[in-house]
């Protein structure tokens, strides 16, 4: 087991969003399932607890808690891109899958999970500085996942 491991609290379906996960990005499994040994306040004896999972690399186990707490933008995943393709595949998977849009390149898993969908291109303008940063910054604004083609016209002023 590692040292540090993102856990993250679902109602009930944490092994369905773990499979879904490895399935939809590279670096991504499905580790160990953990069951109930006896009853407890959101399920009962031998329903799934815990679920050991990696997400594009990030050790996370899936904790099968009950509808006491929901997910926020506080906490998301960052996944980076490489072109307009990658990012319009993540994108798709994510909400076509019963998630939500939002904006700036943040979509939200059918479980309440934010995913940011990051451009490489959008990154480099960020890390760029000055007015090219400002260009790529204000055109991300207005969108609600990332173009590419925009972001690098807006990069080149």
């Given at each position: 087991?590692?040292?540090?491991?993102?856990c993250?609290?679902?109602?009930k379906?944490?092994?369905?969003?773990?499979?879904?996960?490895?399935?939809?990005?590279?670096?991504?499994?499905?580790?160990?399932?953990?069951?109930?040994?006896s009853?407890?306040?959101?399920?009962?004896?031998?329903?799934?607890l815990?679920?050991?999972?990696?997400?594009?690399?990030?050790?996370?186990?899936?904790?099968?808690?009950g509808?006491?707490?929901k997910?926020?933008?506080?906490?998301?995943?960052?996944?980076?891109?490489?072109?307009?393709?990658?990012?319009?595949?993540?994108?798709?998977?994510?909400v076509?899958n019963?998630?939500?849009?939002?904006?700036?390149?943040?979509?939200?898993?059918?479980?309440?999970?934010?995913?940011?969908?990051?451009?490489?291109?959008?990154?480099?303008?960020?890390?760029?500085?000055g007015?090219e940063?400002?260009?790529?910054?204000?055109?991300?604004m207005?969108?609600?996942?990332?173009?590419?083609?925009a972001?690098?016209?807006?990069?080149?002023?």
């Amino acid at each position: 087991m590692k040292k540090n491991i993102v856990c993250i609290w679902y109602d009930k379906d944490a092994e369905a969003a773990a499979r879904f996960y490895a399935e939809t990005f590279p670096d991504s499994t499905v580790g160990k399932v953990y069951r109930a040994p006896s009853d407890y306040p959101s399920g009962k004896e031998g329903d799934v607890l815990t679920v050991e999972f990696t997400v594009a690399g990030v050790p996370c186990v899936g904790l099968n808690g009950g509808p006491e707490f929901k997910h926020s933008e506080a906490f998301s995943f960052q996944i980076s891109t490489e072109d307009q393709a990658e990012t319009d595949r993540y994108w798709s998977a994510i909400v076509g899958n019963g998630g939500t849009e939002s904006v700036c390149g943040w979509c939200k898993d059918k479980w309440g999970i934010s995913w940011q969908i990051t451009p490489r291109v959008l990154m480099e303008a960020m890390a760029a500085g000055g007015a090219e940063a400002k260009r790529a910054f204000a055109a991300m604004m207005k969108m609600t996942k990332i173009d590419v083609a925009a972001i690098e016209a807006a990069r080149r002023g």
